[in-house]
């Protein structure tokens, strides 16, 4: 069995005991030791000096297939950037544009450190996506939107339910458990109400079946979620109540504007929820409820959502902005770094229902070396959690995942960020084209 050190790091293990300088050891894919670990055979040696060793960080609501269109719709309010840009742009990918666009994707995520993230991609060629999450080394759950009722303003990118049905079980059935576990299978209608009653009831008895978890996107805008309401005969949570769509295998991404009985309905099931604050910030459409969420005991993870509303893949970043959007209204403690960090790392693991999130003996070993000046020089008084969250000087030397060293020296081990990023380039190129040629023929028509 591989066994890898990491040897002499600040490291902060989000369980107990907290904090400790010393080395974390991995056997295969499990952590085997942390604290002094005696020098001997180990076939990896990390030097981690000046560097903290955190838990990889867990992002629980990101969409791959939006890597490349990063840019291209700006200071728009998610209906418009949906109608204008998104939907087009997604019907506008093929199989190879997907699999530049999720490689450049993933390339981000763990080049910052995220180990495992939850992707809900579009409607087609989702294979794609599992397989670059495959060969770069990601841990991955991953769902194909299922889009077969068109709800307000979709364009034409749904399926019929059987076909939907149909490529939902085709890739559960080849990529669920894949790469050693590595890679799961998800549920992921784009929305309540993009999903038919049928897409839905047959999706979840999947989901019950094989363990997988359900991703869905839930009040994300006001205006949205009131036009959803009348459209659907209910708010988000009441109709995926109905449903029987919520428990603890169920992701909710936004819940930006929940009513009182949605919060208790969340808290009650024990249903989780990605809280994505800068692209609720970017698109206009608020800020979630996160520290009345929390205080209910509702577990919630963070996200960046796509590249196309954020536009940066940082968990950090993503974590930084979650403990600053909640203080003008609830509070400067409303959310502290530890705080954040928890939701980026023990409760994205827990929403995603892997034996992640902490540096303890027995985890499966997702790791991040991450450098800052402070890691070496740590005042005592000082919250080791504060230099991580708000380090405006960080950089991620090392990242394994699955006890495998998949990002060494701030590079990709499994591939090269310059060719990802020329494939991106160019796959973005072909898919504006096509995307610009079929709306040319929609207006002629
Ligand atoms: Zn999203």
């Given amino acids: 069995m591989a066994r890898t050190v990491i040897r002499g790091g600040a490291v902060l293990t989000m369980g107990p005991p907290g904090f400790l300088r010393g080395d974390v050891a991995v056997e295969g894919n499990r952590i085997a030791e942390v604290g002094r670990v005696s020098p001997g055979k180990a076939d990896v040696e990390i030097d981690a000096s000046g560097c903290w060793v955190l838990p990889g960080f867990v992002q629980t609501h990101v969409h791959l297939c939006q890597t490349l269109f990063r840019g291209l719709a700006e200071d728009l309010d998610v209906m418009e950037w949906l109608d204008r840009w998104i939907w087009p742009l997604e019907q506008a990918l093929d199989r190879e544009a997907t699999a530049a666009s999720a490689r450049w994707?993933?390339?981000?995520?763990?080049?910052?450190?995220?180990?495992?993230?939850?992707?809900?991609?579009?409607?087609?060629?989702?294979?794609?996506?599992?397989?670059?999450?495959?060969?770069?080394?990601?841990?991955?759950?991953?769902?194909?939107?299922?889009?077969?009722?068109?709800?307000?303003?979709?364009?034409?990118?749904?399926?019929?339910?059987?076909?939907a049905l149909a490529d939902l079980t085709r890739l559960v059935d080849r990529w669920h458990g894949a790469a050693d576990g590595r890679l799961r299978a998800s549920v992921a209608p784009r929305a309540p109400s993009s999903a038919t009653e049928r897409m839905w009831r047959d999706g979840l008895e999947l989901a019950r079946r094989r363990r997988l978890v359900v991703h869905?996107?839930?009040?994300?805008?006001r205006g949205q979620a009131e036009l959803v309401s009348d459209f659907n005969g209910g708010r988000d949570v009441e109709v995926l109540d109905g449903l029987g769509a919520l428990g603890p295998r169920t992701v909710l991404a936004h819940c930006v504007w929940l009513t009182d009985q949605e919060m208790s309905l969340l808290a009650w099931s024990g249903t989780n929820v990605a809280h994505c604050p800068t692209a609720n910030l970017k698109l206009g459409s608020g800020v979630a409820p996160v520290p009345e969420l929390l205080a209910r005991g509702v577990n919630v993870?963070?996200?960046?959502?796509?590249?196309?509303?954020?536009?940066?893949?940082?968990?950090?970043?993503?974590?930084?902005?979650?403990?600053?959007?909640?203080?003008?209204r609830s509070g400067a403690g409303a959310m502290g770094a530890q705080r954040a960090l928890t939701l980026g790392t023990v409760a994205g693991a827990r929403a995603l229902g892997l034996d992640?999130?902490?540096?303890?003996?027995?985890?499966l070993a997702d790791i991040v070396v991450m450098r800052t000046p402070e890691a070496g020089h740590l005042h005592e008084t000082a919250d080791p959690a504060t230099h991580v969250v708000f380090a405006p000087d960080r950089r991620v030397t090392a990242v394994l995942v699955d006890g495998r060293v998949v990002v060494e020296d701030g590079e990709l081990v499994h591939g090269c960020l310059r060719d990802i990023e020329r494939d991106a380039f160019a796959a973005r190129r072909r898919v504006v084209e096509r995307m610009r040629e079929r709306r040319a023929v929609r207006q002629a028509g």
């Fill in 105 to 163: 994707g993933i390339a981000q995520l763990l080049l910052s450190g995220t180990t495992a993230f939850n992707a809900m991609e579009t409607a087609r060629h989702t294979d794609a996506v599992f397989e670059a999450a495959a060969d770069l080394g990601a841990r991955a759950v991953v769902g194909k939107a299922l889009m077969d009722r068109r709800e307000p303003g979709t364009d034409l990118l749904g399926e019929t339910t059987d076909e």
């Fill in 216 to 221: 869905t996107h839930v009040n994300e805008n």
């Fill in 301 to 328: 993870g963070i996200g960046t959502d796509g590249a196309a509303c954020n536009n940066s893949l940082d968990a950090l970043d993503e974590m930084r902005m979650a403990a600053l959007v909640h203080r003008p």
């Fill in 356 to 363: 992640a999130g902490t540096v303890e003996v027995g985890r």
